[in-house]
């Protein structure tokens, strides 16, 4: 009975996540080469998640730039949006 609680878990929150079509977070450029963007403490991607604008490539950022994420629904890619900056 208890697998069965817990599968009710997962699946409402599968639904709570699903009604998020697009969710904005900030990243760190950890490297270049290989490209790594830290999104929090514990979890650090490689480009094979991020979608970049055409004409974007890696010579475009720096590390240690903060970025600004849209997580596609999903949670399985994120496109960069731009460098964050201040007015």
Known sequence: MPD???MIKQ???GVFEAKKPVEACFGTVQSLS???IRID????????YFIVRYGVTV????VGDTL???R????Q???IYDRKGAL
């Open 34 to 36: 290989p490209f790594k």
């Open 41 to 48: 403490q514990k979890k650090i991607l490689g480009k094979e």
């Open 77 to 79: 890619q994120y496109l």
């Open 4 to 6: 069965l609680v817990l």
């Open 68 to 70: 600004i994420l849209l």
């Open 59 to 62: 010579q475009s950022f720096e």
């Open 11 to 13: 699946i409402a929150a």
């Open 72 to 75: 596609v629904q999903g949670g």
